[in-house]
C-alpha cells in the first residue's frame, strides 16, 4: 500500500467518524418538542 493510500484511507475514515459522532451527538441532545394534546386543542370545533 502507498504512502498516498493510507492518507486518503485515514482521511476517509475520520471523516465519516467524525460526523456521525457530530450528528449522534445533535440527535441526542436536541430536547424533545412538547406533544400537543389534541382534545384540548379543539374542545371548542363542533363536532
Known amino acids: 500500500m502507498t504512502t ?5 484511507i485515514i482521511l476517509t475514515q ?3 467518524i467524525g460526523a456521525t459522532i ?3 451527538r445533535k440527535v441526542l441532545n436536541t ?3 412538547p406533544e400537543p394534546d389534541s382534545y384540548s386543542e379543539n374542545d371548542n370545533d363542533p363536532r
Open 4 to 8: 498516498s493510500a493510507l492518507i486518503m
Open 14 to 16: 475520520g471523516t465519516v
Open 22 to 24: 457530530y450528528f449522534f
Open 31 to 33: 430536547p424533545a418538542k
